[in-house]
């Protein structure tokens, strides 16, 4: 049982560490990057998709399902897209013995794939909006050190690309993607930073970008995903045109919004302590663990009262885990807290003589609760569990930014940076040599900062805005 390295001062370190002594993911599969999806990890993931696709289809979009290879010819029509992913892609070049005559490329995301057939769905204005999401694999060849879920050359990916009637209507649906997320984050217990980027971080091809960024200590920052307006970026390229209410012929204006299996290492990252991961309740792969203490008690069978309970449990719609192991209790709450699992239920044999059982959560609080009201008891201790993990982590944000007057204060700085900046590229590009990282751009939701008078690397007064620096992983 090897401690983790400390989470504040080697953070890299003790995610790796914790992530493999949860059995989260298998890093030896023998291609750089890809991971394989353990047990454990698969029903985390499903819990995670399932928040996804739930909140994604109570804003009106569906779900299909695009194929993986994208021929060369339709990947290389918006120019600033195949710029912008040119080096990070896969090719299919042989089909068989043979040399293929159009190279595929395996999608680095969707837009090419998705938007060919989209100017076949789109015929009239009766056609739009038109929204649909897919959660599929997709490919990158990434050059950086890879790490689980964080940084990966395969990745579980959730994008949704939709068609709207003009700029207006895509500018709405950008709004609804952003409630969509925060709702999403609402039930990772996730709080983030939801900034527009800067012109020269966007995504390739995009109008503007929305990105969710999340402290993750220090200055250091996680992006969790983004949305992206397109304009008819795409849309004139790929033709995707409709005849409008007066009969003329019209372009629609696009909008995507992606994430990704990079939302579990935030989950991890954001959430974990000491003693392992903890899961919040709408993600755990098992939100509680049933744990029978042995006893040589001749009046209560103890591995029954543990099995009831697990059942009840179960008919109650929880997701329970009996761990009737022989292992010594002590070595099971060490396992199943190093897991993330957010309740612990210990049944005894001197506790349901007195009609009890004995509940800990993840956070490390304890009490006897009535076994005659198991399942009221574990939704209510279930619910102040996610309630408490989102205040700390709360709190964990609200610390984690600070405001910086000079640029001599970005450097070495042990806070993500709120600064002054007047909007030229110049003075973005100063910020990010001083803080070594990213202008994160400016946020899109109100912020509890003030707005400072002047740009912290020209001074100039003029069109000012609050902007955010920090160090991206
Ligand atoms: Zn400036």
Redesign the pocket.
């Known amino acids: 049982m090897a401690d983790l390295p400390d989470k504040a001062a080697n953070f890299i370190e003790w995610y790796l560490a914790v992530v493999e002594a949860a059995n989260l993911s298998d890093k030896r599969y023998p291609v750089k990057g890809m991971n394989v999806w353990t047990p454990y990890g698969m029903r985390a993931r499903r819990n995670l998709d399932r928040v996804l696709t739930t909140e994604i289809e109570a804003t009106g979009s569906e779900a299909v399902e695009f194929p993986a290879l994208i021929p060369e010819t339709e990947f290389a029509k918006e120019k600033e897209h195949i710029k912008g992913f040119d080096a990070q892609v896969f090719w299919v070049t042989k089909g068989g013995l043979s040399t293929l005559d159009v190279p595929l490329v395996l999608r680095p995301t969707s837009e090419t794939a998705i938007y060919p057939i989209f100017a076949l769905w789109v015929r009239s204005h009766r056609d739009l909006p038109l929204n649909v999401y897919q959660i599929v694999n997709t490919f990158r060849y990434e050059t950086k050190t890879t790490r689980p879920f964080v940084r990966v050359r395969e990745i579980h990916f959730f994008e949704e690309h939709t068609c709207q009637l003009d700029e207006a209507a895509a500018t709405a649906r950008v709004q609804s993607n952003l409630g969509a997320f925060r709702r999403m984050a609402a039930a990772f217990a996730l709080p983030y930073l939801a900034v527009r980027r800067p012109e020269w971080d966007k995504f390739a091809g995009a109008h503007y970008t929305i990105a969710f960024d999340l402290p993750l200590g220090g200055a250091r920052v996680l992006q969790l995903g983004s949305v992206h307006h397109y304009r008819d970026n795409f849309a004139v390229p790929y033709g995707i045109h409709y005849e409008g209410i007066d009969g003329t012929e019209r372009t629609v204006h696009q909008t995507t919004f992606g994430l990704s299996e990079r939302l579990l290492g935030a989950i991890v990252g954001a959430h974990g302590d000491q003693r392992g991961v903890i899961f919040p309740t709408a993600v755990a792969p098992y939100e509680v663990v049933v744990i029978p203490i042995p006893s040589a008690s001749t009046t209560q069978d103890v591995p029954s009262a543990a099995r009831a309970v697990v059942e009840e449990l179960q008919r109650a719609g929880r997701r329970v885990h009996l761990d009737a192991g022989d292992e010594r209790p002590g070595a099971k709450y060490y396992r199943w807290e190093l897991a993330g699992v957010p309740l612990r239920i210990e049944v005894g044999a001197r506790e349901l003589e007195r009609g009890q059982l004995t509940a800990a959560d993840r956070l490390g609080r304890k009490q006897a609760i009535a076994r005659a009201s198991l399942t009221t008891e574990i939704g209510r201790l279930l619910a102040a569990f996610d309630q408490e993990l989102a205040a700390r982590a709360q709190a964990a944000f609200r610390g984690a930014i600070a405001p910086a007057a000079t640029l001599a204060e970005l450097k070495d700085s042990e806070r993500v940076r709120a600064v002054g ?2 909007g ?1 590229e110049a ?1 973005g590009h100063a910020i990010e040599t001083a803080i070594d990282g990213a202008l994160l751009g400016t946020p899109e939701e109100p912020l509890d900062l003030p707005v400072p008078k002047a ?1 912290v ?2 001074g ?1 007064t003029e069109g000012v805005r609050l902007a955010l620096a920090g160090q991206p992983m």
């Open positions: 900046w007047c030229d003075c740009c690397h020209c100039r």
